[in-house]
């Protein structure tokens, strides 16, 4: 029987099984009977869409979503939905779903209809919540009774399996073939933005679900410009210029995040002088990016390289990369002390994290080279096969 196209877009049920069995395991290590996991749409880190959708299988589009998940596998997961309307039984595992209505009243009926009235309630994605949220669930059900156990899922997504390194293995194919577009497209006279909208065509045609991030494209020499990405695409590229591509496509959910310079023309000795130096950055990286190296050491190997090279740090760091393509580990942020998610951490094998050593000059225009590493015992294995150079157009 012909596998419906819902299916073909879900992970495996046996690696539903191994998520839920190590989700478990931490549960019983922090003696949690029951985890709530709290999603909202979005793929940056405040998001977290991926947090439901890695357990579950079912995105977070509308709203809220929440799950509640018993250590004891006998007993039904419930997912409560957001607030659409849309839903396919065959996009999740889980049969007990509601339809969107009260968080907190209906963990309280999942208690006592299950006779957990006096459980340990853990809650995954609280940064999600809204604060008053939060505290009714610490109110309602008891502030005892609750703790924050987000560390559970973070931990558990960090490390990936072998069809979550496959899937960001097709991300980044189909992200080469976006470059290749982007090549033969662009031009004197081009607007960035239909470069952008090229990128994004070819892509979506490869079998892209979506763009994770902006897909940027910045060209010229106007740092207030450059620095205003997110609002770029108004530029006609002009002969001899620089630009840069920093995008990313999503395969099944999983997400790649690709930067590379090109030039309209041929770049100078002095561009060609520079960009190889970020190379070296993002290989001593590469080498350094094993498993037991704390995060922060991986990118001291990048900062060091610059510093030693032009006498500033310029951009050295880089994150995980999954369901989100920003999450754990991240890799040069330990300097943000306020939330502990950003808190220096060891490397373990099977991560999978970015490295985008960037610099600007404006006599060489916008440099970086960004692409994604598997962490292995020894360094970490590049993701993509895409030529890491400055690209001529």
Known sequence: MKTSLVRQAMPPEEEFAR???NVRNKMEEKGIDVLVVYSGPGSIRFGQRGHVMYLTGYEPYFGDTMVILPRDGSRDTLLELDEAHYFTPECTWVKNVKPSRDHVNTLNEYLRENKLEKSKVGIAGEYTMSPSLYARFQKEVG???IEVASDILESERAVKSGYEIECMREAGRIAKKGIEAAAKFARPGVLEAEIIAEIERVCRVAGSQFFPHYTMVTSGGDTNYLDWWWHCGRRRLEPGDTWLLDFG??????CCDIARPFIIGRPSQKQKDTFKILLQAQDAARKAARS??????VDRVVRDIVRDAWGSEGWGGGHGVGLEVHEWPFIGYQHITHDKTYADSRLKANMVISLEPAIYF???GEQQIEDQFVVTETDAERLNDIPQEIIEC
């Open 292 to 297: 037991g190296v704390l995060a922060s050491e």
């Open 362 to 364: 404006p006599d060489v």
């Open 143 to 145: 502030a005892g009774r």
């Open 19 to 21: 998520r839920l069995k």
């Open 249 to 254: 496509t999503m395969y099944n959910g999983y």
